[in-house]
């Protein structure tokens, strides 16, 4: 079924852009069903269309400034993986090839060549799904307090970084707006069901685990992740994006050190920066040094250079 809802999809009917920073994305003619903090969902019909802008946020706040290229990694590195990992448990992606694209968004090229996917419609579940393998974030200030995340009671004298002694799943709600909460299994369940909860648990687990491994013979540490899932006639699929420097903790191996922060090829050097401000963390967000802009960019590349063995084609 899932082949045939592609196939349906694609029956609809390489230039380098002069900007290479594409914050907002509209297409004349086609509709747009949501604007999230980076990516646009436009509807197509039988299927959707996500194109990753290069916006960045921090803090759920968007920043003014956007990062060179920044959603072609995102939407390139999110293509490796749903290919890497479609053994362990489908996904929604119909094709990333712009040449596959409908006839009607051939004009768009400029805009859409390389950052963006067609995928199958679904009804996302109303949970985000967060694997930790390491203790960080809110999971380590959560530790700090209780020796707990999401209620999963874990070993006394772990450090900021530490490697968890297996992979825990630590669910949070998904907010629209703001932070999203995170949440005990218990309450995942109530939310989507017990069933339901116990699948995405399973597979969040699998796909993690595959990836950590494999990231690991690339010389990067994902120290957690985030997944989101779908209904698509009856079946849960994988779905939004995966494995990304915005949807997880990416550490160089080389360099782990627990007992602090880590450095990182995602935009927690970014997060960095802006803890030395004095920014209250609501809008508007301060203005980027292009030294900051260009030294993020260059940590999405990084890490797609280091996963892929490629370099990002834009």
Same mark, same amino acid.
Request: proline share 6%; with cysteine; charged share 25%.
């Given at each position: 079924?899932?082949?045939? &809802?592609?196939?349906?999809?694609?029956?609809?009917?390489?230039?380098?852009?002069?900007?290479?920073?594409?914050?907002?994305?509209?297409?004349?003619?086609?509709?747009?069903?949501?604007?999230?903090?980076?990516?646009?969902? !436009?509807?197509?019909?039988?299927?959707?269309? !996500?194109?990753?802008?290069?916006?960045?946020?921090?803090?759920?706040?968007?920043?003014?400034?956007?990062?060179?290229? @920044?959603?072609?990694?995102?939407? %390139?590195?999110?293509?490796?993986?749903?290919?890497?990992?479609?053994?362990?448990?489908?996904?929604?992606?119909?094709?990333?090839?712009?040449?596959?694209?409908?006839?009607?968004?051939?004009?768009?090229?400029?805009?859409?060549?390389?950052?963006?996917?067609?995928?199958?419609?679904?009804?996302?579940?109303?949970?985000?799904?967060?694997?930790?393998?390491?203790?960080?974030?809110?999971?380590?200030?959560?530790?700090?307090?209780?020796?707990?995340?999401?209620?999963?009671?874990?070993?006394?004298?772990?450090?900021?970084?530490?490697?968890?002694?297996?992979?825990?799943?630590?669910?949070?709600? @998904?907010?629209?707006?703001?932070?999203?909460?995170? /949440?005990?299994?218990?309450?995942?369940?109530?939310?989507?069901? @017990?069933?339901?909860?116990?699948?995405?648990?399973?597979?969040?687990?699998?796909?993690?685990?595959?990836?950590?491994?494999?990231?690991?013979? &690339?010389?990067?540490?994902?120290?957690?992740?985030?997944?989101?899932?779908?209904?698509?006639?009856?079946?849960?699929?994988?779905?939004?994006?995966?494995?990304?420097?915005?949807?997880?903790? !990416?550490?160089?191996?080389? %360099?782990?050190?627990?007992?602090?922060?880590?450095?990182?090829?995602?935009? %927690?050097?970014?997060?960095?920066?802006?803890?030395?401000?004095?920014?209250?963390?609501?809008?508007?967000?301060?203005?980027?040094?292009?030294? /900051?802009? %260009?030294?993020?960019?260059?940590?999405?590349?990084?890490?797609?250079?280091?996963?892929?063995?490629?370099?990002?084609?834009?």
């Amino acid at each position: 079924m899932l082949a045939e &809802r592609a196939q349906t999809c694609l029956a609809f009917g390489m230039m380098t852009t002069q900007n290479p920073v594409l914050q907002n994305v509209d297409l004349p003619g086609i509709q747009k069903v949501k604007s999230g903090k980076v990516r646009e969902i !436009f509807d197509l019909g039988d299927c959707l269309l !996500f194109v990753v802008s290069d916006r960045i946020s921090a803090f759920d706040v968007i920043m003014a400034q956007g990062i060179p290229n @920044k959603g072609r990694v995102l939407n %390139q590195i999110s293509a490796f993986w749903f290919g890497k990992t479609a053994h362990i448990f489908p996904n929604h992606v119909i094709t990333t090839d712009f040449a596959r694209f409908p006839s009607s968004l051939q004009k768009f090229r400029e805009q859409l060549d390389g950052r963006s996917m067609l995928v199958m419609k679904t009804k996302p579940l109303a949970v985000e799904c967060v694997v930790r393998g390491y203790l960080a974030g809110s999971g380590w200030k959560e530790y700090k307090k209780s020796q707990s995340v999401c209620g999963i009671k874990l070993p006394a004298g772990l450090l900021e970084s530490s490697e968890l002694p297996k992979p825990i799943f630590t669910p949070s709600t @998904k907010a629209e707006q703001g932070h999203d909460e995170n /949440i005990s299994f218990e309450e995942a369940e109530k939310i989507i069901g @017990k069933e339901a909860a116990h699948a995405v648990r399973n597979a969040s687990l699998l796909i993690y685990q595959w990836a950590r491994d494999y990231a690991r013979t &690339r010389g990067i540490i994902i120290a957690d992740t985030k997944f989101e899932f779908g209904i698509l006639d009856g079946k849960i699929i994988l779905i939004d994006e995966a494995l990304t420097p915005d949807s997880s903790r !990416f550490w160089p191996a080389d %360099q782990y050190k627990p007992g602090g922060s880590q450095p990182s090829f995602d935009k %927690q050097f970014l997060r960095d920066y802006l803890e030395t401000l004095t920014w209250n963390k609501q809008p508007p967000p301060p203005p980027l040094p292009e030294e /900051i802009v %260009q030294k993020t960019g260059e940590k999405y590349r990084e890490a797609y250079r280091r996963l892929t063995g490629k370099e990002l084609s834009v």
